[in-house]
């Protein structure tokens, strides 16, 4: 056995290793559809926003914050149903398994920050303190990914610290918190897609 063949050995042995311990399934697509659902979601609430600042369309606070939820939720879903669908696609062309214990940690991981943050928000939302909900998101969301990026890809780690900087930053400009909450969950989940697609999902041409 030469040295090539050794490195060649090597390196099955490692991609074995991470595929035992780390989710190696994430899609830069399914990231891809995120972000356009949620910029998709930002306009729709910045054209609802507008015509009730305007006065075009009188609501009530209470309304206001209902329909922007039901923005927020579809949003969600969309998000979700795009990175399920290409995930899935991406472990079934891998031929492996969408849900295993690497998955689980993952989601599990994901899950603990996102449900205090929800938990969070609903409280802020409670009390009136609609300027931080947008940097809240950005937050717990970068705490749900730097803390799920252990178990999977690195690169999302890198999107986490993003996303905490950026909700950090919005923290302090509270008037434009829509703004900033179309740049992280839509403008940053397409870039980070486009890497992840161009790393590892692109064939490259021969």
């Not at 190696?24 to 910029?39: F, P, T």
């Not at 206001?64 to 969600?76: F, K, M, N, T």
């Not at 993003?162 to 909450?181: D, M, Q, S, V």
Request: hydrophobic share 55%; with cysteine.
């Amino acid at each position: 056995m030469n040295e090539q063949q050794h490195l060649d050995t090597l390196t099955d042995i490692k991609r074995i290793m991470e595929r035992s311990t780390r989710f190696m399934s994430l899609s830069g697509l399914g990231g891809i559809g995120a972000g356009v659902s949620a910029l998709v979601g930002a306009y729709f609430a910045w054209d609802l926003l507008s015509a009730a600042g305007e006065g075009y369309q009188p609501v009530s606070e209470t309304a206001l914050v209902s329909r922007l939820l039901l923005i927020a939720g579809a949003v969600l879903l969309a998000a979700l149903g795009a990175g399920f669908y290409f995930t899935w696609r991406k472990a079934r062309r891998q031929g492996l398994p969408v849900w295993d214990a690497a998955a689980r940690k993952v989601f599990i991981n994901l899950a603990i920050p996102l449900v205090t943050g929800g938990l969070f928000i609903l409280g802020l939302l409670k009390h009136g303190y609609l300027a931080l909900v947008a940097p809240s998101c950005l937050v717990f969301y970068g705490l749900a990914l730097v803390n799920a990026g252990k178990y999977t890809v690195t690169d999302i780690r890198y999107l986490g610290y993003a996303e905490i900087a950026l909700g950090i930053i919005a923290l302090f400009n509270l008037y434009h918190g829509l703004f900033f909450w179309a740049l992280g969950f839509g403008v940053l989940h397409i870039l980070y897609g486009a890497i992840m697609w161009w790393k590892y999902e692109r064939i490259p041409a021969e």
